[in-house]
Nanobody, 121 residues
């Protein structure tokens, strides 16, 4: 069984910073992509950033230059460093991992439960 758990959310003032963590655990053989998504009230879930196993990254235009995604493959963990936060960044942030379990042939996507980020003065 695999678990994906996010942490690091909270309340921050505009212009502030937060660092989110996403840890995958369980019977993991290999992790391909890991990604961060967010969903604001009344809006659809949207991609924030994604990172491949080789370290290639892709970002939503709205966060380019402010957010940085990284990962520690030895720890099966991805991070999202968020700087210069804006009120419009307020959302529940979700992490996913595209991974293969031991004894399973296919890669599947696993989601965490999300962590709330609120940017407000």
């Amino acid at each position: 069984q695999v678990h994906v758990v996010e942490s690091g959310g909270g309340l921050v003032q505009p212009g502030g910073s937060l660092r989110l963590s996403c840890a995958a655990s369980g019977s993991i053989f290999s992790i391909n992509n890991m990604g961060w998504y967010r969903q604001a009230p009344g809006k659809q879930r949207e991609l924030v950033a994604v990172i491949t196993s080789g370290g290639s990254t892709n970002y939503a235009d709205s966060v380019k230059g402010r957010f940085t995604i990284s990962r520690d493959n030895a720890k099966n963990t991805a991070y999202l460093q968020m700087n210069s936060l804006k009120p419009e960044d307020t959302a529940v942030y979700f992490c996913n991992a595209f991974l293969r379990e031991h004894g399973v042939l296919n890669y599947l996507t696993y989601w965490g439960q999300g962590t709330q980020v609120t940017v407000s003065s």
